[in-house]
């Protein structure tokens, strides 16, 4: 299967430490491709950039189709994933949405770890989003500041273990999600966390795997059945003939 | 007061419209605006559509900054209006959930009545997305099919008055909001209903009046903070000069 | 339109400190009247005394009926509210639900912050019932003690302010209520506050124009349609008239 | 013990009736008293009535403080029931709570079928209250007509197991309450019922001997400590003493 | 009523110890019966040795049916609890659950004080599989360690009325369980508890009088039928036979 | 690596034809390894027979810790999931469990589509016990009989289908599960399904490989941590050994 690693973050140096991380974990019959957002910003951190950056995934997806089997959003607070599982008949994944559910199969409560508070909200909201709010153990950041954002996961690794720890001692979580693309692969370098740590980037890898092999026509029924064709104006090419083009034609 | 209604669809007769019926509920000192969207869709009716038209709700607001002090989403899904919230320094109120907060004074359980079924998910996750899931008692909409969205209301008017009769007697009920743009002003104009009706447009315009006297400089601390400043590239101009611009610069 | 300021405690100098913030923030044609309970409790602060007063405001409005077009129930947990919206078919409104309904669009969740601990158990009952738990951040209370409660609002101002930041800072609160019948006026009056404060006499009043507009004949369906006539004894004058006759008689 | 069944409609009638059922479960050691509303309804059917109802119950009780162990307030939305719980230092149990309560130990959804449709609303409102919403599977009211509420049980006692049978069979309901002080007893008396059935004077009455067991002196920690002496002015006189004076004084 | 105290524990000190606890608040006309697991553990305190001794109460009450009218199953987190309802016609009660739903009516919320902090998370399953999240305040464990399972009442008593007091004052309990079978009778002996306390064996014994009285044939209907006869192999014999057997035959 | 699918029915019919589904959808590098229960039941179909099933999972796994790198949990209820996850240091695996969190990535609301009436409840709980209960649609079964439970999916699989439709249709389900393993492969084998279909099998295998690569050690921490040596007496051999070991030794 060809698996697209969609950043809609401009930076393509994320991306390519994401495939990176992909690679470690994907079946040996699986091809990574990725794509790097063109426009918009170089790392999207409030509801109003996801706003713009979810639009921008559908054009993305838009100009691949027929390219590729399924998508990972490759974004932690998951834009514009509903949109795109609507829109398209191919398995879409997001990154925080998966690693959720995959750290409900490794404990009843999982708590997530990320390294800046701008984020928490937006990440909360994934959590009710998914419906999963009764399995949040709680949202920890280290109060430590740090440089480069992309450097980040080194930075601050000793922080961030410290708060997964006290995600599992004193909020009664099982499992820590280490969230956001510049934590990408940490949680699997890790030899003795103080927690079972899940690795969002891989979880999502995974998971595009399974939904691959069990419903490779991803969602498309009932509210997730693709709209009919829409007429519209001053979209991008790719995305403007998608909507405007009836199913199956 | 200057109170602007943000029309995300391209259709202006639609905000022509909304705007009369506004006109007859607002207060002697509010001053009325309208916007529609310059491009995008006709009428949006979709999750992908929603996503599209949410960002453009950004940028018509980015645009106007200075020159109103509040806005109404006129969209019933409230499409950017989180994003906005957070973005912007002035209340923004949604259709959708100034509706349901108004119904909520009226009764225990509100309905919503509407008129095509495609609509019906994106306005349960508006319920879900205000914490209001244990209010609703149903959404309802009318088997019968119609010619013209712009006059649907007189159309179906029989049967989705019929709907709202049912979600009283049926659905326990209290209160019936009589949901989507091309119906605004309908409820208000029901003498015999069989049910108390709430009219998304003017309880929009009556919310926003009082956010406006209450908080006139909207919501603006915790999560909905005004991001710091972010570069940016590709967007469209006054929206990318906002972002890329601090606060009280 | 005649809106009712209905304190149901009988302290007439509260009522008339809320008239006067009242008149503040209402529509150039909207007349205030106020009405302070004759009998009952200086200032009720208990499940008790609430179960009491609850019944004195379904007295004082069957007193009045005629004669306003909206009541503002003014005291903070809203007593009899749904009992008064189901017998009289005018708009009713309760200060903390309607502060709270005001506060759900200036941010995802919302604080308490009020003076005296007994009143929290009672306040957090409201939320409850309005549905709302899971838009709550916290309730916060200051430790320090005053000595009246009609001047608390000063006595106390500076630790009230500290605890609306601390549940921005600690509880992830966007927006905070200034709870309790003797805090009113105090949100609107800071000018450099921690949060977006929301005022419940000025968010009470404001719901009631809302509703006047939107609904002026009230809740009157489903489970808030008047109950059929009853006859009853021992009961206020007014109120057994009422309870005893059928509507529209 | 001394159990008292507080019957805060006026109709003796209805308890006589409950007391000679709770006769019928008591252990051997247990002495029933009762008392009936001297003023008021002759049955109470909707909320403004149990606001009143609710005031009159704290009456009652005050007068009798000293004499009695533990009180039932014997109508079924249990009016005033936490008010008391917190005014008084013995047992107050209601028979919707105690119903629900000791149905939760015969299965996991119970339902509720009652006689009257105006009560439904009351009674869900009874659910939510005490945070059993997750467990209720539905409240089901017979179409057919009667025509005096003291005998309602014998004229709709077919109709009324019918709907158990359908709460099991449709509702996916374990048990039945037959809910409403006018069926007392019937639960008991039926031999091939179509679900296990609670009676809820019955349960009420064992509940209130299982805390006079177990924590004699009822709730009074927390929220339900006795609120400090308060003045007041135009109360019942024992209640108005009762509320004026200081615990233990 | 003959009344079984069924402990799934190997320790028989503990069954004798509940068993005069329970001889302190039973009914005049109920005589006490123990059984105490004849293989397992000394003491349960996993999810797992929960799962292999819930079976074992399948296997204890099978070999007794006939000879008892109602059974507690004496460990705290209710091993096998549903599972019993299910297979036996007689009330089943468990001490985690009748304490619950006891202390439901003692306050709005309750705190469970147990004494090691394994206990904690099978504990936390029983509130939410009770549907009782929203009542529940906290989970409080002393830090303190102590030396025998069988003197650990005497050992913490301090502590654990300490955690008590916290409960109320920090986490808003109005009502606090002391649980976990080696705590039996200590709430019934505390004079001067900073909280109201329920005492998990007396609660259970008083709920299974309540069933015996309300419900003598036990949960029966809906998902809770006795299910069809099943053959079966390898099982205790009494257990397999019940299983193996027709209902009624 | 090496895949365990643990069948705790006694029916080696049914282990062989889950193997071979999930044969097809495994990665190139996945051993499928299996083991059916050698007491016990033919089929577990109640609360009371998952009970005793649950205990024989534990079993089953002790024997086996060493030659397997990740268990599926072979019966649709996933009986002893937990219990399984606390004891043992691998990935552990339920197919119910899978099988949903696999639907909540194909969209917002699933529904589950079995053979027979008995099995609904339980099901249902484990939908509450993953804490999704806001996700799920309906659970559905066909009215029709059937003589085989090994070949109910070819007897019923127009009733089975036609479900899942009303499910979509009726429900507002966007995914169907077919669950219960007797239906395992029937999802994949359908060209024309009126729903977007998972196979719980598949799901489960998919979802063991994920765990696999992400968290190969399994759960381990919080509540899942294993649970201090504890000694036992009576039961099976590997699994009493494994129990009395400290881990690690």
Redesign the interface.
């Known amino acids: 299967m060809r698996l697209l690693i969609l950043n809609p973050n ?1 930076t393509a140096a994320m991306t390519e430490r994401m495939a990176e991380v992909a690679s470690r ?1 994907v ?3 699986t091809e990574l491709l990725t794509a790097t957002a ?5 790392y999207i ?8 950056a ?2 921008l995934v ?1 054009e993305m997806i838009a100009e691949r189709m027929g390219t590729v089997d399924a998508v990972v959003v490759a974004a932690y607070g998951d834009p ?1 994933l ?6 398209f008949d191919i ?1 879409v ?1 997001g990154m925080a ?2 690693s959720m ?2 750290a ?6 999982f708590s997530l770890v990320t390294f800046t508070a ?1 984020l ?3 990440y ?2 994934s959590v ?8 949040l153990a709680s949202i920890r950041i280290p109060h430590e500041s740090f440089r480069s954002v992309l450097d980040v996961r080194n930075e601050l690794r000793a922080a961030l273990l410290a708060e997964a720890g006290r995600a ?1 001692k004193d909020d ?4 820590v999600i280490l969230g956001g693309a510049p934590l990408a692969g940490l949680a699997l370098e890790v030899d003795d966390a ?6 969002p980037i ?2 999502a890898v ?2 595009a ?3 691959a ?3 490779p ?8 059945a693709r ?2 064709a ?6 991008p090419d790719a ?1 403007g003939a998608w ?1 405007a083009r009836e199913a199956g034609s």
Do not use: Y
């Not at 063109?38 to 170089?42: D, H």
């Not at 951190?45 to 713009?52: F, G, I, P």
């Not at 026509?217 to 997730?224: E, I, V, Y």
């Not at 829409?230 to 979209?235: E, T």
């Open positions: 401009m974990v079946a040996p019959d063109p426009r918009g910003f170089p951190s409030s509801r109003a950039e996801a706003q713009v979810g639009a559908l514009g509903r949109a795109a599982r609507e829109l398995p994944v949405e998966a559910l995959t409900c199969m490794l404990g009843e409560r701008n928490a909200p937006w909360l909201e009710h989003a998914a419906g999963l709010g009764s399995r599992v009664q979580a099982d499992v103080p927690a079972v740590l899940v690795d891989s979880a995974k998971q795997e399974a939904l092999r069990v419903a026509r991803g969602a498309g029924a009932g509210s997730f709209p009919p829409k007429p519209n104006q001053g979209l995305l909507i």
